[in-house]
Each structure stands twice: as structure tokens, then as C-alpha cells.
């Protein structure tokens, strides 16, 4: 398990640094897979079907689908921006790392009081009857969402005219 | 009334979208409506007991676990009034149809939020509708196209992230060490708090500054504020960044954390910084609204520091300087767009001598800046003697002191503002400028008038708003 994490924090550096947008959503996709594992071994079966099936799999389309519209930018752009980044932000995965060295050596006794809290268990007892609200909250991001295509897209029409 | 305030604005929603275009012109109207209708039933609340017993068939099918008490009551008339004056700028500075009509649906999204901050009772609720605010309010800053609009806006979705992070690892914290995530739950937590029950408040705390853009989260405001639609700029800064971040803060030190507020010196020393670093920020700026900006951050200082004060008293202070400012802020930002519609830049060193060409905006404002300032017998007054009070009533001395000095430092800003834009005698330049249009007359006035109305009857004030119940 150890190992799979240390592979999913690599595919999400990978993620965040990569500069092709192709290869950075491949990187997600992986992280994101492995989460899914994490999620299933930790019991948390229906989470991780949901992170595999949305996260892993239908964002990832989405990406790919956007990212088909694009267009290369030329080779010697792409190489002057991959090596302003390493510039800029060479220390940052250094730091992770060092952060996550230095945390491994803290013990700090914590009271944990589980078992967790979760209805009956069944996650359809949570989801419709329990957080009926985060429900209609995450209904409302969806909308905000629809309107941020719309405000995007429908300007980049106009702006093409 | 708790859940008509989310499910009307939802419906409304809907309703606007099933218009045929050539009926869309009405949709920034019917959003005023819905404003109206919230600010009406905030302010009548509480003179007049309704019976909502009509909606028990609705409670059965929705279980929302939603309260309204005098701090939501004064979130929901902020939002109302702020929603109103952005409306009716929008309504006079969007041109184009489809903007007017893009802005007044993200207007309904973001009050569905805002109203749900102010009812919701659980971390993650609260955690769901801050969301739903901050997802609006990007895509409000981008409705007109440019690349500082997209700079400001991709600013505040990065910060956004790392503050989602901080709370959804909160929230799982509290899971594990307090066995749920019910404010009361948090509380009884943080009544003997162990080390992990400190961290995951700790973490939630931060989020909310990276919302709220306290000192040193508060990278993305200017930027966000400059770059966004003159309307957007009056609701952000009226209301949005307040709601998600400020109001937040003081809805868990009031009710989830109690007597025990664990880390009160966080708050004392965030708070003074945010003070200390946006009042001189500010003094430095020549662009009015990145000046506005700068000086909201450091009013939104004072109220994260009431907060480390004497617990009732700060509240209180808290909660009057919340509504004071939500009220002259947005009423600057009005201003603000007045005079970029009448001289078409913000630039304040280009500018001189406009009182005389556009009086109201000039009287306005400088009702507004005396308030924000701290000046007599304006509300703004009142409300920072509350701050004082509360820091001096739990002995708070150095941090009270930092607050009346910074108070000079936010009339200098605003002295400097005055002189430079609208004092002395008009630049050859602006000698043809005229008086803003009564679209953005009437909303500077009308939040002027409550600012007068406020600091004088402010008894009477204190009574309506009903926050000394908080």
C-alpha cells in the first residue's frame, strides 16, 4: 500500500507539472484510478466506484474531448515554457517531499472516534435522506457550471466573428 | 421561511430559463424581484410573526436541516440590499442582453449560497454553499471577456482550492475526533479539544481566511475585484467575499466554538494584520477600485478582530461592522462605476475637481468614506466603538489601540481619495463630464441614506438588525 501511495503522489505531481494537457489528464486519470483503489481497500466501496467511474472515467473524456478542439502551440514555445516552469518551481516537489519526510516523524496521539458516523450505512440513506441539502448545493455548482460554458463559449463565438 | 429562501431563488432560476429570448430583457428585473422579496422578508421578520405552517407538506419531502436567527436574518437583508444595488448597476453598465441575462441567473446561483451560509448547521453544508457562492462568482468575474478578468478570476479559483482542501480535510478530521460535523457536535469537541480536534479547527479557520482573503491569503482580492464587470465588483465586495469567508468566521466563533474559542490570538493577530497590511496597501494605490479593494480587506480586519474581543460584545461589533460595510462598500463600488461610465478611467491621479460635475456621486461618497473611516454620528462609527469596546472589555489593549490608529490610516486613504478625485478645481478634461445616469443614482443613495439613517437612529438600528440576540 505504501508503494501505491508513493505512485499516486507521483501521478499527481505529474498532473500539476505536466506540460501537455494530453499527458497531464492521463496523469489524473492514474491518480485518480489509484485513489479509487486506496478508497475500495479502506472499505469505502461505493466512494470508489464513483471516483473510478466519474473522476477516472468520465472527466477524463470531458479532457480529452476539450483537449481535441485545441491547438499545438509551436515546439519552441512549448520548450521555453517547460523550462521557465522548472525555473519557477523546481523547489516544489522537493518540498513535498521534504514536508511528507518531515511529517512521517511526528507522532501525535490522537483520540479517533470511530466507528464513523454514517446513518444506517447504506449510501442511499445518506445521500437522499441524510444530506438532502449537500444534494441540492452540489445541483446548484452543476448550474453554476452549465452558465460558466455558456459565458465561455458563447464569447468565444462572438470573439471569433 | 428557511426553505422558501433557497427553493425560490432555485425556481426563479428555472423560470428564467424557460423565457423565450426576446423575454430575457426581463430577467435582471425578476431578480430584483426575488431581492426585494428577501430583503422584505428579513426586515419584516422581524416585526411581524408569520406562521409557516403552510410549508409542513414541503418539510416532509425536503429534510433541510436549516434555522434563521438574527445573524442569518442580517446575512439574508445584507445579501438583499447588496443584490439590489448590483442589479441596477448591472441593469445600466451591461450593454449586451445575454450578459444582463447571464448575470442575473450566477445573481440567483450566488444568492441560493449565500443564503444557505446563512442557515446551514453542519461544517459540510456550510463547506457545500461556500462552494456554490465562489463557483458563481468566478464565472461572474469572466461575464465580460479580457485578460485581466481571467487573471482576477483564475486567481481566486487557485486560492479557492487550497481553501476547499483546508475545509473537506477539516471536515474529515472532525469526523474522526468529534464523531460528526453538526456545529453542535464541533462544539461539544472543542469544550475539551485534543490535538487532532485543534488541527481540524485550525484548518477549517484557514480555509476561511483563504475565503475571506485575510492577511496573507489576500492575493487574489485586488486583482478580482479590479478585473470584474462594474456590477460584479458591487456584489463581490458588498457581500460575496463577506458571506463565504467572513460571515462564516463569525457564524462558528458564535455558535460552534462558544465560550471555548480555542486560538482567540489567531484571530487578534490575523485580524490586526489584515487591518495593518490592507490600510497600507490602499494608501498606495491610484486606481480607485484596487484603492476599494485594498481598504475592504482592511475592514474586513476589524471585523476578524471584534471576533477575538470580548465574546457577546465582539459578536455584536462583528455583526454591526458586517452590515456597515457590506452597506458602504458596495455603495463606494457604485460610485466606482458612476465614474468610470462618466469619465471612462479609475485612474485617480488623472483625475480632479468631479464633485462639481457629478455632485450626487461626490456627496455619496463621501458619506461612505466618512463612515468606513470611523467618523461621527455615521453608522461606521458606531460599529468600530464596538470593536474598541469589545478589545478594551477583554483587555486587549495593544490590539484595541492598533484599531484606532489604523482608523487614521483608513481616513488618510480616504482623504487621499477624496482630494484626488473629486476635491478642488475640475481638470480642463473633465469640464463637460456629467452627473451618472439614476441607475447608478439611486442605488448610491439609497445605501447612503441608510448609512445616515443607521448611525443616527442607531438605537433604533440596533433593534432592527437584532443582532444583539446573535
Given at each position: 500500500m505504501t508503494l501505491l501511495l508513493v505512485v499516486l503522489v507521483l501521478a499527481a505531481l505529474w498532473a500539476s507539472m505536466a506540460t501537455a494537457l494530453l499527458r497531464a489528464t492521463l496523469a489524473l486519470a492514474l491518480s485518480s484510478a489509484l485513489l479509487a483503489v486506496f478508497m475500495f481497500s479502506l472499505g469505502a466501496v461505493w466512494a470508489a466506484v464513483i471516483e473510478l467511474s466519474v473522476c477516472a472515467g468520465l472527466i477524463s473524456v470531458v479532457f480529452v474531448s476539450v483537449i481535441s478542439l485545441t491547438e499545438q502551440r509551436p515546439l519552441t514555445e512549448l520548450l521555453a515554457q517547460r523550462k521557465s516552469r522548472l525555473r519557477r518551481f523546481w523547489p516544489l516537489p522537493l518540498l513535498l517531499i521534504a514536508v511528507g519526510v518531515g511529517l512521517s516523524f511526528v507522532h501525535t496521539p490522537v483520540q479517533i472516534a470511530l466507528p464513523l458516523p454514517s446513518g444506517d450505512g447504506d449510501v442511499r440513506t445518506v445521500l437522499w435522506t441524510l444530506r438532502q441539502l449537500d444534494l441540492f448545493g452540489q445541483i446548484m455548482i452543476l448550474l453554476a457550471g452549465v452558465f460558466g460554458v455558456l459565458v465561455l463559449f458563447k464569447k468565444e463565438a462572438k470573439d471569433g466573428d | 421561511m428557511s426553505y422558501l429562501l433557497l427553493l425560490v431563488p432555485f425556481a426563479s432560476l428555472i423560470v428564467l430559463n424557460l423565457l423565450p429570448k426576446r423575454a430575457r430583457a426581463a430577467a435582471l428585473w425578476i431578480t430584483f424581484g426575488i431581492l426585494v422579496a428577501e430583503t422584505a422578508a428579513a426586515f419584516l421578520e422581524r416585526f411581524v410573526a408569520v406562521d409557516w405552517s403552510f410549508l409542513a407538506p414541503l418539510e416532509r419531502v425536503l429534510v433541510f436541516n436549516l434555522a434563521v436567527d438574527h445573524l442569518s436574518g442580517l446575512l439574508l437583508l445584507c445579501a438583499g440590499i447588496v443584490g439590489m444595488a448590483a442589479v441596477l448597476v448591472g441593469r445600466r453598465t451591461l450593454a449586451d442582453v445575454a450578459d444582463r441575462f447571464i448575470f442575473a441567473n450566477l445573481v440567483l446561483v450566488a444568492l441560493v449560497g449565500i443564503n444557505g451560509i446563512a442557515m446551514v448547521r453542519d461544517l459540510f453544508t456550510l463547506y457545500v454553499f461556500v462552494e456554490v457562492t465562489a463557483v458563481a462568482t468566478f464565472i461572474l468575474i469572466t461575464v465580460r471577456h479580457g485578460r485581466l478578468a481571467f487573471e482576477g478570476a483564475w486567481k481566486y479559483i487557485i486560492l479557492s482550492v487550497v481553501a476547499s482542501v483546508l475545509m473537506l480535510s477539516s471536515v474529515a478530521f472532525f469526523l474522526l475526533?468529534?464523531?460528526?460535523?453538526s456545529f453542535e457536535a464541533v462544539k461539544t469537541a472543542l469544550a475539551a479539544p485534543g490535538s487532532l480536534t485543534w488541527l481540524a479547527m485550525a484548518l477549517f479557520l484557514c480555509g476561511l481566511f483563504v475565503k475571506g482573503a485575510l492577511v496573507p491569503f489576500h492575493g487574489w482580492l485586488a486583482d478580482a475585484y479590479t478585473a470584474a464587470p462594474a456590477p460584479v465588483s458591487v456584489f463581490m465586495a458588498g457581500i460575496v467575499t463577506k458571506a463565504s469567508g467572513i460571515f462564516a468566521l463569525i457564524r462558528i466563533v458564535s455558535?460552534?466554538?462558544?465560550?471555548?474559542?480555542?486560538g482567540r490570538e489567531i484571530l487578534l493577530v490575523v485580524g490586526a494584520l489584515t487591518i495593518v497590511v490592507g490600510a497600507f496597501l490602499a494608501l498606495g494605490q491610484s486606481n480607485m477600485k484596487r484603492m476599494l479593494a485594498y481598504s475592504s480587506l482592511s475592514q474586513m480586519g476589524y471585523i476578524v478582530l471584534a471576533l477575538g474581543g470580548d465574546l457577546r460584545l465582539g459578536i455584536l461589533a462583528a455583526a454591526l461592522h458586517f452590515f456597515n460595510h457590506a452597506v458602504s462598500k458596495s455603495q463606494l463600488f457604485v460610485n466606482a462605476a458612476a465614474i468610470e461610465e462618466q469619465?471612462?478611467?479609475?485612474?485617480?491621479?488623472?483625475?480632479?475637481?468631479?464633485a462639481a460635475r457629478m455632485p450626487v456621486t461626490g456627496a455619496t461618497a463621501a458619506v461612505a468614506t466618512l463612515s468606513i473611516a470611523g467618523l461621527p454620528p455615521l453608522a461606521g462609527f458606531w460599529s468600530k466603538l464596538l470593536i474598541v469596546l469589545a478589545l478594551w472589555s477583554a483587555k486587549e489593549y495593544a490590539f484595541a489601540a492598533i484599531a484606532i490608529l489604523a482608523s487614521l490610516v483608513t481616513l488618510a486613504y480616504f482623504l487621499s481619495l477624496q482630494r484626488r478625485v473629486f476635491f478642488g478645481k475640475t481638470l480642463p478634461q473633465w469640464a463637460e463630464v456629467r452627473e451618472a445616469g439614476t441607475g447608478l443614482l439611486v442605488p448610491a443613495v439609497a445605501l447612503a441614506l441608510i448609512t445616515i439613517a443607521l448611525g443616527i437612529g442607531f438605537p433604533f438600528a440596533l433593534r432592527i438588525l437584532g443582532v444583539g440576540g446573535a
Open positions: - | 475526533c468529534a464523531g460528526g460535523i455558535f460552534a466554538m462558544g465560550d471555548a474559542l480555542p469619465l471612462g478611467t479609475l485612474d485617480m491621479d488623472k483625475m480632479g475637481g468631479i
